[in-house]
Nanobody, 123 residues
Framework: QVHLVESGGGLVQAGGSLRLSCVASGGTFSRYAMGWFRQAPGKEREFVATISNWSGSRTYYADSPKGRFTISRDNAKNTVYLQMNGLKPEDTAVYYC???????????????WGQGTQVTVSS
């Protein structure tokens, strides 16, 4: 059983930056692909970014955050990060990290989820 805890969310003005962190416990962190998803009010949870297991050599992004967000991992710290630059009001959502076997974009590919952290971008 893997337990995930996100942090780093908050209120930021458009154009600003935030770095989200997700700390894992209860499993071998490096063996899991890690993903970030987000869910805005009244909308379905959507894929943001994912990183492959072990060295994290493969990363994939949704079209919307591509070029603005960067996913990375530190296996020594059991942590995955999401660096978010150039934030826009449409990035406002609850952001979730997830652990799974493969770096895919579907929510069904992930077995473990955090509780989420709120990101609000003001215009």
């Amino acid at each position: 059983q893997v337990h995930l805890v996100e942090s780093g969310g908050g209120l930021v003005q458009a154009g600003g930056s935030l770095r989200l962190s997700c700390v894992a416990s209860g499993g071998t962190f490096s063996r899991y692909a890690m993903g970030w998803f987000r869910q805005a009010p009244g909308k379905e949870r959507e894929f943001v970014a994912t990183i492959s297991n072990w060295s994290g050599s493969r990363t994939y992004y949704a079209d919307s955050p591509k070029g603005r967000f960067t996913i990375s991992r530190d296996n020594a710290k059991n942590t995955v990060y999401l660096q978010m630059n150039g934030l826009k009001p449409e990035d406002t959502a609850v952001y979730y990290c997830a652990a799974g076997s493969n770096p895919y974009s579907s929510t069904s590919s992930y077995n473990y989820w955090g509780q989420g952290t709120q990101v609000t971008v003001s215009s």
